[in-house]
C-alpha cells in the first residue's frame, strides 16, 4: 500500500461549458457556485500514450472516492481516496501487466469496503472486495469462464452499506448472468425471464440499493435490450424506456427509484427516470446529442454527462424541479460525472487535451 499527498487544485468559480459560462447550482445552495476540485492519484502517468491519469468511478456518504488510474503501460491500478485528500493505491492480486489488464474499482460504500474486479494476466475477470484493513478477497461466482479471449470471468460493480454485492459473470459459453454476494460470501445467480442464452447475450446486473434491491439489463433473443428490477427476495421484473427500443438502467437509489439510458435504432441516446410504480419520464440535455446518467442519490438528485459535437460535459439535475444545470471541467476536451452522494458531492473525471484523464470532486 502507499500513502500520499495528492495534488489539487481548487476552484469556486463558474465552470464554462462550449464557450458558455454556467455555475453549478445545487438545489440546497441555488444561488451559490460550487467547488471544484482536480486531482491526481500518485499512481497516474501523465503524458503520452493518451489514457493515461486519473478516473474516479464512486464516492460514497463521507466523501471518500475509489477509481483508478493508468500509467504509461496502460495497466490500472485501483485507489482509494479519503475524504482529507490522502490516497492509498492497490492492486488485486494476480492482476495481469499487460495494456488493459489490471485493478478496476468500481463502488465503496459507507464504511468504505470497495468493490470492483481485476483483470489477471490471461484476461480473465475477477471480482474484489478490499477491505478498510486493506484485506483484499477475491470474488470468481461458481460457472464463471476462464477465457480470457472473450472476458470471461466475474464483474463485481456495486456494493451497499450491508456489504451486498451485485454484478454479472460470463460463463465458458459465453453467456452473461447476473449476481448477488450477500455479506456472509453466500453467492445467489439470477437471470431475467426471457433472457437469450446467446454469444453475449444474457443478463448483466448493473446497480444494488440499500434494501437490497437490483437493477441491470437483459437482452431477448432478438437482440433487443431490456431493464430489469430485482426485489430483494428474488421477484425479478422487466422494463422498458419512455420509447421502445434499448433499454439499460445504471443506478438506482435507496427509494427503488431508477435512472438510466433509453434509445431507438439510429436515433440519439437519452437518459430516464424511473418510478417504483412503472412511470419512466425522459431525461434531455437541450444542448446535448446524447444524454447519459450516470448516477442518482437517496433524494433523487442525478448526475451524469452528455455529448455535444466536441466532447462530453456533466449535468445536475434537481430532484424536485428537474431542472438541469451543466458544466465542464475547464481546457477539458471531455467531462465525465460518474457516482453522487447523498451530500450533493459528485466525483468523477475529465480528459485534458493531451487526452490526460484527471479526477475531480464537485461539492455543493
Known amino acids: 500500500m502507499m500513502y500520499v499527498q495528492p495534488m489539487e487544485v481548487t476552484m469556486n468559480v463558474p465552470i464554462p461549458v462550449s464557450g458558455l459560462l454556467f455555475a453549478i447550482a445545487m438545489l440546497a445552495q441555488p444561488a451559490g457556485a460550487a467547488t471544484f476540485t482536480s486531482f491526481d492519484a500518485p499512481c497516474a502517468g501523465g503524458s503520452t500514450p493518451p489514457g493515461q491519469g486519473t478516473y474516479a468511478t464512486s464516492i460514497n456518504a463521507g466523501g471518500a472516492i475509489a477509481g483508478y488510474c493508468k500509467q504509461s503501460n496502460l495497466v490500472a491500478i485501483g485507489y482509494v481516496r479519503a475524504a482529507n485528500g490522502t490516497f492509498k493505491t492497490f492492486e488485486a492480486i494476480p492482476g495481469g501487466s499487460a495494456p488493459g489488464q489490471g ?7 459507507a464504511a468504505g469496503v470497495t468493490t470492483g474486479w481485476f483483470v489477471d494476466a490471461s484476461g480473465v475477470n475477477h471480482g474484489f472486495l478490499l477491505l478498510p484493513d486493506n484485506n483484499i478477497g477475491v470474488i470468481n461466482v461458481p460457472g464463471a469462464g476462464t477465457n480470457g479471449h472473450y472476458g470471461q470471468g466475474t464483474v463485481a460493480n456495486s456494493i451497499n452499506d450491508a456489504g451486498l454485492i451485485s454484478g454479472y459473470y460470463l460463463d465458458a459459453h459465453n453467456v452473461f448472468h447476473g449476481f448477488v454476494r450477500a455479506a456472509d460470501a453466500i453467492i445467489t445467480t439470477f437471470d431475467a425471464k426471457g433472457a437469450a442464452t446467446g454469444f453475449k447475450m444474457g443478463t448483466l ?31 425479478i421484473t422487466g422494463f422498458d424506456g419512455p420509447m421502445a427500443g434499448f433499454t439499460s438502467p445504471v443506478s438506482i437509489n435507496a427509494a427503488g427509484v431508477i435512472t438510466g439510458v433509453y434509445g431507438v435504432q439510429g436515433g440519439a441516446e437519452q437518459g430516464f427516470i424511473r418510478t417504483p410504480n412503472g412511470t419512466a419520464t425522459p431525461i434531455d440535455v437541450p444542448q446535448g446529442l446524447s444524454t447519459y446518467p450516470t448516477s442518482i442519490d437517496a433524494a433523487g438528485f442525478i448526475t451524469g454527462l452528455y455529448a455535444y459535437n466536441d466532447g462530453t460535459a456533466g449535468f445536475f439535475r434537481g ?43 464537485v461539492t455543493p
Request: no cysteine; proline share 5%.
Open 205 to 235: 446486473a448493473s446497480s444494488i440499493n440499500s434494501a437490497g434491491v437490483i437493477t441491470g439489463t437483459f437482452m431477448t433473443p432478438d437482440s433487443v435490450t431490456h431493464g430489469f428490477v430485482r426485489t430483494a427476495d428474488g421477484v
Open 319 to 361: 430532484s424536485r424541479t428537474g431542472t438541469l444545470t451543466t458544466f465542464q471541467a475547464p481546457l477539458a476536451s471531455a467531462t465525465n460525472p460518474m457516482s453522487i452522494n447523498d451530500s450533493g458531492d459528485i466525483a468523477g473525471y475529465y480528459v485534458d487535451v493531451e487526452g490526460v484523464a484527471h479526477g475531480f470532486l
Open 103 to 109: 485493478t478496476y474499482p468500481a463502488a465503496i460504500n
